[in-house]
C-alpha cells in the first residue's frame, strides 16, 4: 500500500469556467470533471451511462473541444471553460428568455430525442461539429458523433437533426 | 457512479521535475490524456498508484526541420489530425483518426497511444468481474485464462498508431535521470503481455522523430474491428512503400492487434520490394503477413478470422500506399 493511501490525499483547489460563471472549488484530486459538474455545480445535464468513456453521455465541452467527462479529472480541467447542455442556449446573443439553442430546437423537430439520456452528449459532439464545419456532409456528421451512444432511436433521426440545424445555423429559414 | 481509488496528482512544471517525482515514488504513474489510464483505475488496476500530470511540461507541439517532423508526446490525437501533412505521412493523420472517437481524441495524446497498456478480456473488465476467478498474470496473477497452462501473457498491442509510426522509420526520444535518449519505435516494445513496454517507471517518452520520406513514397494504415467507432484495433496494417522508377524500392510492413507488440513483417517486406507490386508479390506479402500473425482469444472476432484478415488489411494498405506514392491519393 503506498503512503500517501492511509490517509485520502489533500483536497485541491481547482478553478473552472462553467457556462460563463467562474468557480473556485476545492476537490480530491480523484474526482472527474463529470462528479463535480453534477455532485458539487448541480448540473446534472451531462449523465453517466458507463463512466468508462464508451457511451458518450457525459460528454461536455471543453475550450471548446468535446471531452468525456467521466474520463477528466477536475484538476486536469484547471482554468479551462466548460460547456455544459445547461449553459448552451445562452450562447445565443439576444436569445428571448426561454428560448432553446438552434441545435436544441432541431433536436426536437426532428424527432431526435426519445428517452433523452443520451441527448446532452449528442447536442454538445453536434455543437463542436458545426462550430468547427458549418456544413458538414454526413459522413461528417456520423463520425463527429460516432462517440455518441443512442439506444433509442436508431441514430437517423439524430443525424437529420444535425443536418436541420447546420442549414438553420448559416441563416436558412427552414420550418418544422 | 464507478468512483476512482484515492491518489494525489502532482503537478510538475518541467521535465527535470517529473522526473524527480516519478524517481522518488516508485507507485507514480504519468498521467496524459487518462482516456486509457483512468478507465483502468475505475476497473481496479493500479490502485495504489499516486499521478504524475504531463500537462505543465510543454510536451505538445509540431515541428517540422528540413529532415524531420518532431511530435511532442503531450500533442493530442485531435491536434494531429487537423494537422496539414506532407503526402506521405497523411498516414499518421489516418491513425489517430481511427482511435476511439472525438471526444478521447481531444484528450488522447500521441504518447499515451504509443505507451498506451495492452489489452485483454480477461484484464479489462471490472474487479468485480474479475473477482469470479483467480488473477492473471497481468493483474499479478499465477495463470493465463486465455492459453490454460501458458505462463506467458498475451494481451495483445492495439494501439493504432504504434504500427504506423514503425513503418514510417519514426524515433522515440526518452528521458530518464541519465538525460535523454533516442530509440526505434519499434524497440519501445518488449512484447511481454504483462509489462509491454521497455521504458522503466522513472522514465518518460518525450518525443517522436518522423524522417520526412523522400518523394515517391507512400504509407496508409488499415484497421478491423466491430465499429467504425470507439473499437480497439482486432487486427491492423500498416504498409509504408519508397516508389522508384515504377517498382518498389522500400517497404515495411507492421501489424497491430496481432500479437503482443506491433510485429513487423521482413518477410512480407521482401516480397513487395523488388516488384510493381503484381498480384502475385501482394499474395506473397499477404501469406508472410498471415503467418506472422500471433492472435488468440482474447479480443473481439475469432483468432482464425483475424489472422485471415492480417493478410487482407496488408494487402489493401499496400495498395493504397501504392497509389498514395505514385502521387495518387486513393
Redesign the interface.
Given at each position: 500500500?503506498?503512503e500517501?493511501?492511509k490517509s485520502?490525499?489533500?483536497k485541491?483547489v481547482v478553478e473552472l469556467e462553467v457556462n460563463g460563471t467562474r468557480h473556485e472549488l476545492l476537490v480530491?484530486?480523484?474526482?472527474?470533471l463529470?462528479?463535480v459538474l453534477r455532485e458539487e455545480l448541480g448540473l446534472t445535464g451531462a449523465k453517466?451511462g458507463c463512466?468508462?468513456?464508451?457511451c458518450?453521455t457525459c460528454?461536455v465541452l471543453?475550450d471548446g473541444?468535446?471531452?468525456?467527462a467521466?474520463?477528466?479529472?477536475a484538476?486536469?480541467a484547471q482554468g479551462a471553460s466548460i460547456l455544459t447542455v445547461e449553459g448552451l442556449a445562452d450562447t445565443v446573443a439576444d436569445r428571448e428568455p426561454g428560448a432553446l439553442h438552434p441545435i436544441q430546437e432541431a433536436f426536437v423537430d426532428a424527432h431526435g430525442v426519445q428517452c433523452g439520456f443520451c441527448t446532452p452528449g449528442m447536442i454538445l459532439?453536434a455543437k463542436?461539429l458545426l462550430d468547427e464545419e458549418p456544413d458538414p456532409d454526413e459522413a461528417r456528421i456520423r463520425?463527429?458523433l460516432?462517440?455518441?451512444v443512442c439506444r433509442c432511436t436508431g441514430y437517423t433521426k439524430i443525424v437529420e437533426a444535425v443536418k436541420l440545424a447546420a442549414r438553420r445555423l448559416s441563416g436558412e429559414e427552414v420550418k418544422a | 457512479m464507478l468512483r476512482l481509488p484515492h491518489f494525489a496528482v502532482h503537478r510538475p512544471g518541467s521535465v527535470a521535475e517529473g522526473l524527480q517525482i516519478l524517481a522518488a515514488a516508485p507507485h507514480a504513474r504519468p498521467l496524459a490524456g487518462g482516456t486509457d489510464l483512468l478507465v483502468a483505475m475505475k476497473h481496479g488496476h493500479h490502485t495504489d498508484a499516486d499521478l504524475v500530470s504531463l500537462a505543465g511540461l510543454g510536451l505538445s507541439g509540431i515541428e517540422r526541420s528540413d529532415s524531420t517532423l518532431t511530435v511532442g508526446a503531450g500533442t493530442s490525437l485531435w491536434d494531429l489530425m487537423r494537422r496539414a501533412w506532407p503526402d506521405a505521412l497523411g498516414v499518421v493523420a489516418e491513425a489517430a483518426r481511427a482511435v476511439a472517437a472525438p471526444p478521447l481524441q481531444s484528450r488522447a495524446t500521441v504518447g499515451g497511444n504509443v505507451c498506451l497498456d495492452t489489452r485483454c478480456w480477461f484484464f479489462n473488465q471490472s474487479a468485480f468481474w474479475r473477482s469470479g476467478r483467480p488473477a492473471c498474470l497481468k493483474a499479478g496473477g499465477d495463470r493465463c485464462h486465455v492459453v490454460p497452462g501458458g505462463s506467458d501473457c498475451h494481451a495483445v498491442s492495439q494501439a493504432d498508431l504504434p504500427p504506423v509510426l514503425i513503418a514510417c522509420g519514426a524515433q522515440a526520444e526518452i528521458a530518464g535521470a541519465d538525460g535523454s535518449r533516442d530509440v526505434p519505435v519499434e524497440g519501445l516494445f518488449s512484447g511481454d503481455g504483462r509489462r509491454p513496454h521497455t521504458l522503466s517507471s522513472a522514465e518518460l517518452l518525450l518525443r517522436l522523430r518522423i524522417p520526412l520520406p523522400p518523394p515517391g513514397a507512400g504509407a496508409a494504415y488499415e484497421k478491423l474491428r466491430m465499429r467504425r467507432a470507439l473499437d480497439f484495433a482486432a487486427a491492423s496494417a500498416a504498409v509504408y512503400l519508397e516508389r522508384r522508377d515504377g517498382g518498389c524500392a522500400r517497404a515495411r510492413v507492421v501489424l497491430g492487434g496481432l500479437g503482443t507488440k506491433p510485429l513487423r513483417v521482413p518477410e512480407a517486406e521482401a516480397a513487395l520490394e523488388g516488384t510493381e507490386l503484381d498480384p502475385r508479390a501482394l499474395a506473397e506479402a499477404a501469406e508472410a503477413a498471415v503467418a506472422a500473425a500471433r492472435p488468440v482469444k482474447n479480443t473481439d472476432l475469432t483468432p482464425a478470422y483475424r489472422r485471415k484478415m492480417a493478410g487482407v488489411l496488408v494487402r489493401r494498405a499496400a495498395l493504397r500506399a501504392w497509389t498514395r506514392a505514385a502521387g495518387e491519393e486513393s
Open positions: 500500500m503506498n500517501a493511501r485520502p490525499p489533500k485541491m480530491e484530486p480523484r474526482r472527474t463529470l462528479e453517466e463512466g468508462l468513456g464508451a458518450g460528454t471543453m473541444r468535446p471531452v468525456r467521466c474520463l477528466t479529472l484538476v486536469e459532439a463542436a463520425e463527429a460516432g462517440g455518441q | -
